[in-house]
């Protein structure tokens, strides 16, 4: 392993000054509020500074913006106690009440439909005389026609969703972090309760991120994988949204060294020569938690923190932040 190139840049003999990535994220979040602030306005949505928080569940929201996330989260090496925790910046899309996650599941209801109704009804196999027969009985154009309607129902039923969400985050190192990958989160059933004012969401989620780190010596590299469901509780009261978000990670639930392990080494090379290192690469899942707060001033910037945990038992805690434009 080459501690040189260790994550492009975590293990660098010239390492990026720490304040640089806050530095980019500031400055992006200052230009982000000089363009809010230069945007007119939606009429008719809470008063002039704060937007009414019920209107951020039931109505049509879509936000561009940045983030970042460090500590204790799902990243850090929490699982082994690992000192070192890495800081992720990027960059997140976020819609309320719109089309993308509706399409996603309508497009994968029709592929399914289709390769279902293509392929065959019934295969059986039975031998006789010294040889195996096969016999394959496919679906009648009758029974295709109705397989093609029900799959056109659904998919119809799947793209109109109510109160269906898309959360995209893009972890980016040339922000600064340690970070890279992505992770999205589709929620397509949402049941509203207190008269508009509270919701439960639950849908699909996946992620990928790998972070690198190394300070004093020591390195670490962490592999994070999510694929899952994820479950949202939301309640409105008055300008703010308040919410407590799960990731029911199937991948936590595996035996499998490549979603949950650890390897160290004691040896590394910086440009070609070796040197002393405590170099710990983790493939690591979790069950994680946020528990947070949205807002929207002026009707057009989006605020957004969260406290976040890889588990409610671990003991280990981080945080989130968002900021962008709303249109």
């Known amino acids: 392993m080459d501690l040189h190139t260790l994550g492009r840049s975590a293990a660098s003999t010239a390492p990026r000054p720490r304040h640089s990535g806050w530095a980019r994220w500031v400055g992006l979040c200052a230009g982000l509020g000089l363009l809010t602030a230069a945007m007119p306005a939606q009429a008719g949505e809470g008063n002039l500074f704060f937007e009414d928080g019920a209107s951020l569940l039931q109505g049509y929201s879509v936000m561009g913006g940045a983030f970042v996330e460090g500590g204790g989260g799902e990243l850090s090496g929490w699982k082994y106690d690992h000192p070192l925790r890495p800081t992720g910046y990027g960059f997140r899309y976020y819609e309320r009440n719109g089309f993308i996650t509706g399409t996603i599941a309508a497009i994968a209801i029709a592929v399914g439909g289709g390769m279902a109704a293509a392929g065959p009804k019934r295969v059986e196999t039975w031998e006789s005389g010294g040889y195996r027969y096969t016999r394959t009985t496919y679906y009648s154009p009758a029974e295709k026609a109705a397989m093609a309607a029900a799959t056109s129902a659904a998919a119809a039923g799947a793209f109109g969703s109510a109160n269906q969400s898309f959360d995209l985050e893009i972890y980016t190192r040339q922000m600064g972090g340690n970070s890279e990958g992505w992770r999205v989160n589709?929620?397509?059933?949402?049941?509203?309760?207190?008269?508009?004012?509270?919701?439960?969401?639950?849908?699909?989620?996946?992620?990928?991120?790998?972070?690198?780190?190394?300070?004093?010596?020591?390195?670490?590299?962490?592999?994070?994988?999510?694929?899952?469901?994820?479950?949202?509780?939301?309640?409105?009261?008055?300008?703010?949204?308040?919410?407590?978000?799960?990731?029911?990670?199937?991948?936590?639930?595996?035996?499998?060294?490549?979603?949950?392990?650890?390897?160290?080494?004691?040896?590394?090379t910086v440009n070609g020569k070796p040197v002393a290192s405590a170099l710990t690469e983790i493939n690591t899942t979790g069950f994680p938690w946020r528990f947070g707060v949205q807002a929207a001033l002026i009707s057009r910037l989006y605020l957004e923190a969260a406290l976040v945990t890889p588990n409610l038992t671990s003991g280990s805690f981080g945080g989130h932040a968002t900021i962008g434009a709303r249109f």
């Open 186 to 268: 589709g929620m397509l059933f949402g049941v509203p309760f207190a008269d508009g004012h509270g919701m439960f969401d639950m849908g699909f989620g996946y992620a990928k991120v790998v972070s690198a780190i190394g300070e004093s010596g020591k390195y670490l590299i962490s592999n994070y994988h999510y694929l899952g469901m994820p479950m949202r509780l939301s309640y409105a009261f008055g300008p703010f949204v308040t919410y407590a978000h799960f990731e029911w990670n199937w991948l936590g639930h595996s035996d499998s060294t490549e979603y949950n392990g650890k390897n160290n080494q004691n040896q590394g």
